[in-house]
């Protein structure tokens, strides 16, 4: 052995002799004769008589090269996986899950929280998260939903907010992992500052939320240049038949007159062109207010009182009510008052109302049912009557043009329902028809149900 | 010189100002006036035994069963009864979905927009 090993060896032996202690071990490297070193521990035992004297002692040699191999290996071993743990890039953290404090901690974890590692194992549970998640949670109960979660063998990984040592929230992943050790009682947090990814998020969402709203937008422009198109079209339709028809009679009557031009003729000219300019005019007039409708943006809106709105309607009607002995019921169901425009409510109720008892059968009275009610997202109101009924098999798309009448009354002037078509719908409402003939027909409006006043 | 003519149009003026005209022309023997389409139906499904107009100038617009509406009843007429009459639309309507759909149908020969010029 060498001098030094044999140095220590006698000076402990010394030891043993004078019975400082009874017994010592020490790592010995012994030389072999063939030159090689054997790696040993020499175990030195002393013995003594009753009096305490030292008699003799016992010396036994172990060889320990293997053992020393075993934990070089498992130091170099552990150091590789510290380094691979310092340096891996989430921060990575140890919770000793029965004092709920952190054990451990790597160099990422130092960076991105900005605790030392011995500032770390003064912390717990709830010390690197703010109060309160982003999420409205409080932190530290559902830390510990999260640890119980672990316990039983889930993986935990979540987005988290995290707060640093200065103050700030870091937004992150956080995996939580219970680890898998004979009597582990440790949970590895594994933490990844998420903020470019929520920027991006954020970013993304607010790209969506423009793209959205651009696309609303572009539908509703799209809807109202559909309905432009085929108001267009109704328009073009309306000036193709209602007013080329009677500049189509002056100019027929010019040419008669040209044709024969006495006295007698002239007489028959100028009284049927003071007809026809009464019907160019009425029908001027007529397209006049459905395009004044049409235009105004949004009517004057008023509180108006349905109770009241009927009675006036019926006030109006008196003369007719009492002649054909009509009956009118009217069912609000509890909606007393709505928000709209009086001008046109005035108008298309009693629009309709006059049709129900202009139309009726001949000799039965007629019996108009005015119903409102609340029905999702509208404002129905229904006027039911028990009248001719119109057969809508045939003129279902002329019940609401200009100029269509498909009753031979003398008064049908086929303007009545096209503009109170046009009034509803600049109430943002629409209206339909459903009737058949001999039975009646009932006429449906529905508004937003934003019109109620509650 | 045509037989019979029809002239359903609920339109007295033009009435009147094509009766004048036919007169003049010499273009038929007898005229016949309807207000809308019901009454020509009426009168075809009474006659149709013992003579029906050769030639009806049928307006578009009118109360009641209009002048599209009797093309389409017409048709039944027509197939049960082997009426053959030449139909021509006459409208102020110069809208070209008009003049297609007159075009589209079997029994009119031609259109014709008011006022008649000659």
């Known amino acids: 052995m060498s001098d030094k090993d044999s140095t220590d060896l006698v000076d402990l032996i010394q030891g043993v002799v004078v019975g400082n202690y009874e017994f010592f071990d020490l790592e010995l490297n012994l030389i072999a004769t063939d030159k090689s070193v054997i790696q040993t521990i020499c175990f030195v035992r002393g013995l003594y008589d009753k009096s305490g004297r030292f008699t003799e002692a016992i010396i036994t040699f172990q060889d320990i090269a293997h053992q020393v191999r075993s934990r070089i290996a498992l130091e170099q071993s552990e150091n590789r996986f510290r380094v691979i743990v310092e340096n891996a890039a989430e921060a990575l953290l140890i919770l000793d899950y029965n004092t709920l404090r952190y054990i451990d901690a790597n160099c990422s974890a130092e960076r991105l929280f900005g605790y030392t590692k011995q500032e770390f194992l003064q912390l717990g549970v709830g010390d690197l998260s703010p109060q309160i998640q982003n999420t409205g949670d409080q932190s530290k109960p559902k830390i510990l939903q999260f640890k119980k979660r672990v316990l039983t063998g889930d993986d935990g990984k979540y987005e988290w907010s995290i707060r640093r040592k200065d103050g700030v929230l870091v937004p992150s992943e956080i995996r939580s992992v219970k680890l898998p050790f004979a009597e582990s009682r440790i949970i590895r947090f594994s933490i990844i500052d998420i903020s470019d990814r929520k920027t991006n998020e954020q970013l993304l969402n607010q790209e969506k939320e423009k793209l959205e709203e651009t696309n609303s937008k572009l539908l509703d422009l799209n809807s109202k240049l559909e309905n432009q198109t085929s108001q267009l079209k109704e328009f073009a339709y309306i000036s193709s038949h209602n007013l080329r028809s009677p500049a189509g009679n002056i100019k027929a009557l010019l040419d008669f007159y040209k044709g024969d031009p006495s006295t007698e003729n002239l007489e028959f000219l100028l009284e049927k062109l003071d007809k026809v300019s009464d019907d160019l005019l009425n029908t001027i007039n007529d397209l006049a207010e459905v395009v004044k409708i049409k235009n105004e943006i949004s009517a004057e809106t008023n509180s108006i009182e349905l109770f009241e709105l009927f009675e006036r309607a019926k006030d109006s009607l008196s003369q007719t009510i009492r002649g054909k002995h009509a009956t009118i019921d009217i069912n609000l169901n509890g909606i007393s008052k709505i928000k709209s425009s009086k001008t046109y409510f005035d108008s298309i109720i009693l629009n309709l109302i006059s049709n129900s008892l202009k139309y009726s059968k001949e000799n039965v009275p007629p019996r108009v049912e005015i119903t409102t009610y609340e029905l999702g997202q509208h404002f129905i109101m229904k006027i039911k009557d028990n009248g001719r009924g119109i057969d809508l098999e045939k003129y279902r798309s002329k019940v609401f043009g200009l100029r269509k009448t498909f009753h031979k009354n003398k008064d049908a002037r086929g303007v009545g329902l096209f503009i109170t078509k046009a009034q509803i719908e600049s109430l943002d409402g629409t209206t339909d028809v459903d009737s058949k003939v001999d039975e009646g027909s009932t006429f449906t409006i529905k508004l937003p149900v934003e019109i109620i006043v509650k | ?118």
């Open chain 2, 1 to 118: 010189m045509i037989e019979k003519i029809a002239i359903v149009d609920d339109d007295d003026i033009f009435q009147f100002t094509t009766k004048i005209k036919i007169e003049k022309a010499k273009l038929a023997k007898d005229l016949l006036f309807f207000k809308d389409g019901d009454e020509i139906l009426n009168y075809i499904n009474e006659h149709y035994a013992i003579g029906l107009p050769d030639v009806i100038l049928l307006d578009i617009n009118m109360p009641s069963v209009d002048g599209w509406d009797f093309l389409d009843l017409y048709k039944d007429v027509a197939e049960n009864k082997k009426a053959a009459i030449k139909i021509y639309m006459i409208s102020s309507s110069i809208n070209l979905d008009d003049v297609r759909r007159a075009e589209q149908s079997q029994f009119v020969i031609d259109y014709i927009t008011k006022p008649i010029r000659y």
